[in-house]
């Protein structure tokens, strides 16, 4: 039992972990409202891996926990070259429309909130971005990741 806690220790050192958004959401019940909580994270080693997750539950530490196991499930291996992405990607996932560009050494991470928080936990230091589609924070950082990946293959 002692090595599976130390284990999960060591692991959780490794990856650095971003809260991107925390929504509060309430359900009408017979005996009232019912509240709870959504978090989005992001889990990334700044190393080229990264992953998304979405936690939900009564109380915000549950969810952000269960983010947090989610989005280191399902990690992706993103591709580096110099700091940067190796070729300009726009992608259309859902309403979300993102725009990715390598940027040379120096320039550091030009993005929005979003896209920030999954790029710099991939450790791509160098980028230019442009969010064009919706607002909607949970839509972009997954369109985001979707662009690594395709960038990855």
Known sequence: MAQIAQKYIETAKDFEEKVVQINRVSKKTQGGNRIGFSALLVV????GK????KGKSRDVA??????????KKHLIDVSIIKGSIPADIYIKRGAAKILLKPAPE????????????????????????????????????YAT???LKELSK
């Open 145 to 147: 990741l979707e662009a």
């Open 106 to 141: 120096g320039t550091g991470v030009i993005a929005g909130g979003a896209v920030r928080a999954v790029v710099e936990a991939a450790g791509i230091r160098n980028i230019s971005s442009k969010i064009l589609g919706t607002k909607n924070k949970a839509s972009n950082v």
């Open 44 to 47: 990334g080693d700044r190393k």
């Open 50 to 53: 990264v992953g998304v997750g």
């Open 62 to 71: 549950s969810a952000i926990r269960k983010g947090i196991a989610y989005a």
